[in-house]
C-alpha cells in the first residue's frame, strides 16, 4: 500500500526567509504526487502536481517542488514566504491506475511564519 | 465558475444518529471523491463516484455510504453515528476518475457528535 511521510509537524520560518517542507512516500513505482494547502476553515487547495516529465514542477503562489525518485522524496519550496503562507500543508500520492485508495495524504505540516 | 459546494457546513448530531451530507461539484465535473479529515487519522479516503457509480472504497465500515445522482451531485451517508466520526468531512470533484485528475475540495462539512 501506498503511504507518505511528513517528519515536520510544524515549521516555523521568518517572513522573507526560504522554505522547504518534506515529503518522502512509499510506492511501487512512480505515483502522481500533489501538494495542496489548506488554511484554517477552508478546503484544500492544489498547489503543485508531477505526473511526469521535468522532475522540477512549479506551482501557484510561487511554490515549487521536486521528485527526487532514488530518494523517493517530493519536497516543496519557496524561496522567499510571505505571511499569508501561513497554513498546513499536505503531500499526496494517487495510483496511475486509480486503486482503491483514492488520494493517500501525509499528516500535514503546519508552516508558522514570524514577523 | 461556482467552486464545490458542501452542505450543511457545520451540524451537530448525537451519538446513534445518522447524518446526510451533500456535496454539489463543479459544472461538468463528473468524479466525485470523499475524504474524511481528523486530528488523529489526518485525510483519509472514503469513496468515489464517476457517472453515478461507486469507483473506488476506503477502508471505513458499511456505516458510510454515498451516492451520486444524475447531474454529479452527491450525498454521503453516516449511519448510527458514533463519538469517532466527528470530523471535518470533505468533497472534492473532478473531470475524470482515479487519482491522475485535478482535485478541486470544497470547504467542508464539520460533523461533531456528542
Known amino acids: 500500500a501506498q503511504s507518505v511521510t511528513q517528519p515536520d509537524i510544524h515549521i516555523t520560518v521568518s517572513e522573507g526567509a526560504s522554505l522547504e517542507l518534506r515529503c518522502n512516500y512509499s510506492?511501487?513505482?512512480?505515483?502522481?504526487l500533489f501538494w495542496y494547502v489548506q488554511s484554517p476553515g477552508q478546503g484544500l487547495q492544489l498547489l503543485l502536481k508531477?505526473?511526469?516529465?521535468?522532475?522540477l514542477v512549479q506551482g501557484i503562489k510561487g511554490f515549487e517542488a521536486e521528485f527526487k525518485r532514488s530518494q523517493s522524496s517530493f519536497n516543496l519550496r519557496k524561496p522567499s514566504v510571505h505571511w499569508s503562507d501561513a497554513a498546513e500543508y499536505f503531500c499526496?500520492?494517487?495510483?496511475?491506475?486509480?486503486?482503491?485508495?483514492?488520494?493517500?495524504f501525509g499528516k500535514g505540516t503546519h508552516l508558522i511564519i514570524q514577523p | 465558475k461556482a467552486g464545490v459546494t458542501q452542505t450543511p457546513r457545520y451540524l451537530i448530531k448525537t451519538r446513534g444518529q445518522q447524518v446526510t451530507l451533500s456535496c454539489s461539484p463543479i459544472?461538468?465535473?463528473?468524479?466525485v471523491s470523499w475524504y474524511q479529515q481528523t486530528p488523529g487519522q489526518g485525510l483519509q479516503f472514503l469513496f468515489e463516484?464517476?457517472?453515478?457509480?461507486?469507483?473506488n472504497k476506503g477502508n471505513f465500515p458499511g456505516r458510510f455510504s454515498g451516492r451520486q445522482f444524475s447531474n454529479s451531485r452527491s450525498e454521503m451517508n453516516v449511519s448510527t453515528l458514533e463519538l469517532g466520526d466527528s470530523a471535518l468531512y470533505l468533497c472534492?470533484?473532478?473531470?475524470?476518475?482515479?487519482?491522475?485528475?485535478?482535485?478541486?475540495f470544497g470547504e467542508g462539512s464539520r460533523l461533531t457528535v456528542l
Open positions: 472534492a470533484s473532478s473531470l475524470g476518475q482515479g487519482a491522475g485528475g485535478e482535485l478541486f
Open positions: 510506492y511501487g513505482a512512480t505515483p502522481y
Open positions: 508531477y505526473f511526469s516529465g521535468d522532475t
Open positions: 499526496a500520492v494517487g495510483a496511475r491506475r486509480g486503486g482503491a485508495d483514492g488520494l493517500t
Open positions: 459544472s461538468g465535473h463528473r468524479s
Open positions: 463516484y464517476f457517472s453515478e457509480t461507486q469507483r
